[in-house]
Structure formats: structure tokens, C-alpha cells
């Protein structure tokens, strides 16, 4: 790895803090009878913990100049797959997995959101993900309504399981050293709304958070129609803003319309 050249536009920042990354597995709760996906190899760092603890480790790679020092580990129990994670089928990637899987990972800063939401949108094996992301990015995906961080992602998340900040990480943890802190964030998967229709309920709460500062009746008029609103809620709930309902409303509501 001396000679490696960091290449910015796979958002490339490594961990090589032992103690640190004993820590992330122990957070992950990974064991001896865990199958666990990673998402960025590197330097192979988190890699090889993750082998120490676990069944088995597949471990995507975007960066191809990598593949001689991650094979030249000979890491027994871990596959290396050189692809970038977002063009891999979830089909493809489940069929390499038991009954189950964990997902523990160091994500690029600038694709996290997509690949939480490929992850959690489209995985039927998923347990959990306990992954590294932006500290600003964890605090959305845990934010309650009310508040300026609370958004589509955390919706979203929290529609899909339990969410928590496991730790905070400070930036000089990783090299490069990146512009932003760090936190260990954990999403513990839950079939909360088995019967509800995923796609539908996205697209929903997504038309509820278009125009941030609009009201629900502003957002909803155009895709679902003003007289059918007015028909199926009160004034007072079409006069309110998506960041003040709780999960449990966006549920309770996105029904009602489908209903009506």
C-alpha cells in the first residue's frame, strides 16, 4: 500500500486503528455463524477483522488497483468481488449468502443515501447494516419529526427498521483525513408494515417532503387531487408540513388515501 495512489472520486478514506475497527465489529455484533457484507473493501483493514469475527465476508471493491494487496491477503474466508456495488443485482449479491446476512462497511461519503436505500428498498436476506457514513448523514437518518434534520431518509429508515448512532468518529481516525466527522450508525432491520405497498408509500412520503416549507395540501394537490384531500382529512392536518408527522401518520394517512 505505499505506492497507492487515493483516488478522490471513489471517496477513498481508510481506518488502520485497530481498536477502532474491533469496535465496529463488536457494534456490528458479528460472530462466528454471521455472513457479513461489506461495501469497500480498501486497504482491507475493516476486511480482515470482519474475517477474524465472522462466518464469511463477501467484500465489494470499486477500485480494480486494489485487487493485488486485497488477494495478497489471503484472507481464507472472505470473496473480493471488483465491481462497483450499485450496478450489482441484489439478486446476485443475496444468492451468495446463507438464510441471512450482516452489512458492515466503511461508505464513500458521496453515495451513501443511494446505497441505503438499495440496500433496505430491495433486500429480502437483510438483517442489519452497521455502516460508517457522514456524521451530519447519521443525524438525519435518526432525526424524529419536528426537527430541521427530519426527512424522507429518516422516514424511510425508520419505516424499515430501528435506527442508532453508535459512535461518534472524529476525522483524524482516517486517511486521507476527510473535511467532516464521522459516526457509527446501526440499522436494525423490522417488517413493521408487511402488507403496505413499499413503492406506493415511498413515492408518497416523497410528494409530502417536495417542496420542504409548502403544506401537505400544496405538496399532495397535484399528484392526488384537491377535492379527493379535502374529502379524506381535515383542514387542520392539510395545513400542516411533512417534517411535523411521525412515521406512524405518514402510514395512517398514505392508507387513507389509498382507500379513498
Do not use: W
Not at 45 to 72: M, N, P, R, W, Y
Not at 126 to 146: D, F, H, N, Y
Not at 187 to 207: C, G, Q
Amino acid at each position: 500500500m505505499e505506492n497507492f495512489s487515493f483516488k478522490k472520486k471513489f471517496g477513498q478514506n481508510f481506518i488502520s486503528d485497530k481498536n477502532l475497527l474491533l469496535a465496529i465489529a463488536a457494534d456490528a455484533e458479528i460472530d462466528k455463524d454471521d455472513e457479513v457484507l461489506e461495501i469497500g473493501a480498501g486497504a482491507g483493514t475493516l476486511t480482515e477483522v470482519l474475517s477474524q469475527c465472522a462466518k464469511k465476508v463477501i467484500s465489494f471493491e470499486i477500485d480494480k488497483d486494489l485487487f493485488a494487496h486485497l488477494e495478497g491477503m489471503q484472507l481464507q474466508n472472505v470473496e473480493f468481488v471488483f465491481e462497483d456495488f450499485m450496478d450489482a443485482s441484489i439478486e446476485s449479491v443475496e444468492q451468495k449468502f446463507g438464510k441471512s446476512f450482516k452489512v458492515v462497511a466503511n461508505l464513500p461519503y458521496y453515495i451513501t443515501t443511494p446505497i441505503i436505500f438499495k440496500l433496505l428498498e430491495n433486500c429480502t436476506k437483510l438483517e442489519s447494516l452497521t455502516i460508517m457514513v457522514q456524521k451530519e448523514v447519521a443525524q438525519r437518518v435518526c432525526a424524529k419529526e419536528g426537527g430541521k434534520d427530519y426527512g424522507i431518509l429518516s422516514v424511510m429508515t425508520s419505516f424499515y427498521g430501528n435506527a442508532c448512532i453508535k459512535r461518534i468518529i472524529n476525522r483524524q481516525m482516517f486517511f486521507p483525513v476527510p473535511n467532516v466527522d464521522s459516526a457509527l450508525l446501526c440499522i436494525k432491520l423490522e417488517n413493521k408494515f408487511p402488507h403496505l405497498d413499499k413503492a406506493a408509500f415511498l413515492k408518497f412520503v416523497k410528494t409530502c417532503f417536495s417542496m420542504r416549507r409548502k403544506t401537505l395540501f400544496n405538496n399532495l394537490s397535484q399528484s392526488y387531487g384537491k377535492q379527493r384531500l379535502k374529502d379524506t382529512f381535515d383542514e387542520s392536518f392539510l395545513q400542516r408540513r411533512a417534517e411535523t408527522l411521525s412515521l406512524e401518520e405518514f402510514v395512517t394517512s398514505f392508507q387513507k388515501l389509498q382507500q379513498s
